[in-house]
């Protein structure tokens, strides 16, 4: 078992026979304890969880339908029309079982319900483990904008056990592969050439690496909570990749981590053009990223919508985009003004990849 203290967090790695778990419920002897998980988790995590651990049998489950779709505001109305129907009040628990979409959703739904419930992560996606879950930011999305209604609070405990990753779909390693490879790009030169490395399904259930990023993630995090400074720079791949994915989102939904792979290239793309990155390196880059996430043609019309999505990013600073820029592998800088000419460049250059690959 693997101990990473974060302020105000405790995160246990490892086996969840062997962690805590136990001891936290028991803090909530006499309280309810709610269980929020989503349709697959429902069906392929539950069983695990309960099984091990008895106080949880007469737990109250609420069900969330699966999907990024579904990580709106008229969804966390029903949940909590439940939450009140069933009396549950501040001094119960919630526990999330399952990827970002429930830790994400379901951090939001306990941080704000009778203005704070406490809450706890069991992450059982590999994004969700090496990120969502780590870092107290909760939230929903509002349309087509990602992530637009949130909370930033901490949940008390994380159990991240891997075992939970073997009924994980092959596609959705990609989805924390992406999240993974940010961390090597802005931060450990080392981690991005060990990720380039992965060749089978064995490589993504690797404790030490995943160890490895959630350890970055509590030290950028920590010293930052509320993203004044470097935790700006986890949010590479990002000003492109929520977009592109808020866009999608309305017609053909792509993943999450399949958008941020895209927008890492793109956001690689302004830094090489810049100066800032080496063509070596950008290039690089570029031929990971390719192969993993296939890559989109933007229409004219479809860049002009993404650029009129990143005019509503979170991050923006008077009207202006910001995104984050590398000076090298494993070096990132934040706070860079974009121009609506970048932005169009690097998504013409996405397009052409695309097209010579079709
Ligand atoms: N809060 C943060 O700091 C943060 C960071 C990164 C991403 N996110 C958010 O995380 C979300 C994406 O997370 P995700 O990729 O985990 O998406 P997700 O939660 O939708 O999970 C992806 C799919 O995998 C299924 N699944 C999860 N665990 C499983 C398991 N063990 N076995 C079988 N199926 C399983 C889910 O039901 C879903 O169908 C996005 O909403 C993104 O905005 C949040």
């Known amino acids: 078992m693997t101990n990473i203290s974060s302020e105000g967090t405790q995160i246990e790695i490892g086996s ?8 936290v419920l028991g803090l909530y002897k006499g309280n309810n304890i709610i269980i929020v998980v989503d349709e697959n988790t429902h069906d392929l995590c539950l069983e695990y969880l309960i099984t091990s651990f008895p106080a949880l049998e007469k737990s109250e489950i609420i069900l969330l339908p699966n999907g990024e779709e579904n990580k709106v505001m008229e969804v966390c109305m029903q949940v909590w029309n439940a939450f009140s129907e069933y009396g549950f009040g501040r001094k119960d628990l919630v526990l999330n079982l399952g990827g ?4 994400d959703m379901g951090g ?20 969700a483990m090496v990120d969502a879950a780590v870092g107290g930011k909760n939230g929903i999305d509002l349309g087509p904008y990602k992530n637009q209604l949130g909370t930033i609070i901490k949940a008390k405990n994380v159990f991240i056990d891997a075992a939970f990753l073997q009924t994980l779909p092959e596609k959705e390693f990609y989805n924390g592969y992406a999240e993974m490879l940010k961390y090597g790009l802005v931060y450990d030169e080392a981690l991005f050439n060990e990720l380039s490395s992965f060749k089978t399904e064995d490589d993504f259930n690797r404790l030490d690496i ?9 030290d950028i995090s920590d010293g930052d909570l509320f993203e004044k400074g470097e935790r700006k720079l986890l949010n590479f791949g990002h000003t492109f990749g929520h977009a592109i994915e ?17 927008g890492m290239c793109a956001e690689c793309y302004v ?13 690089k880059i570029q031929a990971l990223l390719i192969k993993t996430y296939p890559f989109l043609t ?8 993404i650029i009129s999505l990143m005019y509503n990013d979170k991050k923006n600073e008077g009207g202006k985009i910001f995104c984050v820029l590398l000076q090298a592998i494993g070096k990132g800088s934040y706070h860079n ?8 460049e690097a998504l013409l250059h996405i397009s052409l990849l695309s097209e010579s690959l079709n």
């Open 16 to 23: 969840l026979s062997d962690s805590s778990l136990s001891e």
């Open 100 to 103: 970002g979409m429930v830790t």
């Open 337 to 344: 003004e974009l121009s609506e000419k970048e932005i169009r």
């Open 271 to 283: 830094s090489m053009t810049r100066g800032l990155l080496s063509k070596d390196d950008f290039h």
């Open 246 to 262: 808020g866009f999608k989102l309305q017609t053909e939904p792509i993943s999450h981590g399949h958008a941020v792979g895209i």
């Open 108 to 127: 939001f739904l306990a941080s704000v319900f009778k203005r704070g419930m406490d809450f706890i992560h069991v992450p059982t996606s590999l994004l």
């Open 210 to 218: 995943i160890e490895k990023c959630v350890q970055i993630k509590v």
């Open 298 to 305: 933007f229409t004219e019309e479809c860049i002009q919508a």
